[in-house]
């Protein structure tokens, strides 16, 4: 069973930076495509990137050239980082993980996800 703890969330003015962290439990975490989900208020949850556990990353539009996902798989820990923050990038941060997976925007087949870190984008 992989247990995944958040961390880094906060709040941050338009323009600023976050860094967030996720570690994992467990020792295959490199067997393990690693995601990072959102969920504003009144919205579904939503994808925003993931490091595939073949090594390849992806992202949804609306954060490429200002995110960037990493992982360590020594450490088992994925991170985001957060740059040009907007306020519409305000919701709660969701770390997730499953393994061998291969469609990592889809939400359905995850099988662990974190407790959420709070972000929010002051304008």
């Known amino acids: 069973q992989v247990q995944l703890v958040e961390s880094g969330g906060g709040l941050v003015q338009a323009g600023g930076s976050l860094r967030l962290s996720c570690a994992a439990s467990?020792?295959?975490?490199?067997?393990?495509?690693m995601a990072w989900f959102r969920q504003a208020p009144g919205k579904e949850r939503e994808f925003v990137a993931a490091?595939?556990?073949?090594?390849?990353?992806t992202y949804a539009d609306s954060v490429k050239g200002r995110f960037t996902i990493s992982r360590d798989n020594a450490k088992n820990t994925v991170d985001l980082q957060m740059n040009s923050l907007k306020p519409e990038d305000t919701a709660v941060y969701y770390c997730a993980a499953d393994r061998f997976y291969e469609r990592p925007w889809d939400p359905q087949g995850y099988g662990h996800w974190g407790q959420g870190t709070q972000v929010t984008v002051s304008s």
């Open positions: 467990g020792r295959t975490f490199s067997t393990y495509t």
């Open positions: 490091f595939r556990w073949r090594g390849s990353t």
